[in-house]
């Protein structure tokens, strides 16, 4: 008999990724079993394989939706050519705010991308390079330098995320 898909499962899903954000930045993705995930997440161990078939696939589900999110947030931030330092104000401002509350998302990416299947890490990278792109389109215009040499642009991007993060 086919089990029907509880009218909460999104809810509930949403709540193991928040709990299980929590467990992976306090005790690193590696060290964090399912039964921890389960214990923050108040339900059983076994109910947690009901949504999710392992710690990787929670993990990427945890990375894809927040870098995402992310990237959707910071492309979306226009460059206005006759107001560039406000444009890249605006743009830095955006970054800010959509970290706000994502703490232990942030954390986990730098142990966990690389613990995921290639396939996935390349999903969550391109997401990465997309917002560095976004960064280097505003640095371009906001500083003639760096048009034509694009490993001081890339240079550049980085550490304004990295000032940032």
């Not at 990375?63 to 992310?70: A, E, G, K, Q, V």
């Not at 931030?77 to 330092?85: G, I, K, R, S, T």
């Not at 954390?107 to 390349?122: F, R, V, Y």
Request: charged share 25%; hydrophobic share 45%; net charge negative.
């Amino acid at each position: 008999m086919v089990r029907t898909i509880a009218k909460d499962y999104d809810a509930k899903r949403d709540k193991i990724l928040t709990a299980a954000a929590g467990v992976f930045a306090e005790r690193g993705v590696a060290g964090a079993s399912m039964a921890e995930v389960a214990k923050a997440c108040g339900i059983s161990k076994g109910n947690i394989y009901h949504y999710y078939d392992s710690k990787l696939a929670i993990l990427f589900d945890i990375l894809d939706s927040y870098l995402c999110r992310l990237r959707d947030r910071i492309i979306a931030v226009q460059l206005d050519a006759n107001n560039v330092q406000s444009s890249l104000e605006t743009l830095c401002v955006e970054i800010l705010d959509a970290y706000q509350g994502m703490d232990h998302e942030h954390k986990i990416q730098t142990e966990g991308i690389p613990l995921l299947p290639e396939d996935q890490q390349a999903t969550l990278k391109g997401y990465q390079r997309d917002m560095v792109r976004h960064l280097e389109a505003f640095l371009i215009v906001s500083n003639k330098d760096l048009q034509a040499d694009s490993e001081i642009r890339r240079a550049a991007a980085m550490s304004v995320f990295g000032m940032l993060n």
